[in-house]
């Protein structure tokens, strides 16, 4: 059975910094795509980044290009976001998501295109 586990998320201080794992069970992850999204209560959930089945090709939200790193591990079964110079409006709850395509793509932001999600992880940036 695929799972997906986030680990990771916590209370950080502006200016801080986060790593967030995805641990991914039940699957070869060669073949998916994985992109990370976040949602805050009584908003849409907002799609952040993407990375291919390979890990050459990434896709970042405007919102946190430059402060934000994905990566991937295929050996380890495990997708990571790397977050820093956090700000407030960082804060929500962090999802990752496989797609059943390799590639980021055009379409990488839209939630529709995603198989599979975690249960989510609090991400709060707070003084």
């Known amino acids: 059975q695929l799972q997906l586990v986030e680990i990771g998320g916590g209370l950080v201080q502006p200016g801080g910094s986060l790593n967030l794992s995805c641990a991914v069970s039940?699957?070869?992850?060669?073949?998916?795509?994985i992109a990370w999204f976040r949602q805050v209560p009584g908003t849409e959930r907002e799609a952040i980044s993407c990375?291919?089945?390979?890990?050459?090709?990434?896709a970042y939200a405007e919102s946190v290009q430059g402060r934000f790193t994905i990566s991937r591990d295929n050996a380890k079964s495990r997708g990571s976001l790397q977050m820093n110079s956090l700000k407030p409006e960082d804060t929500g709850t962090y999802y990752c998501?496989?797609?059943?395509?390799?590639?980021?793509?055009?379409?990488?932001?839209?939630?529709?295109?995603?198989?599979?999600w975690g249960q989510g992880t609090q991400v709060t940036v707070s003084s």
């Open positions: 998501a496989l797609r059943d395509l390799p590639i980021c793509g055009t379409r990488w932001s839209s939630r529709s295109e995603y198989d599979y």
């Open positions: 039940g699957v070869t992850l060669d073949y998916y795509g």
């Open positions: 990375i291919s089945s390979s890990g050459v090709s990434t």
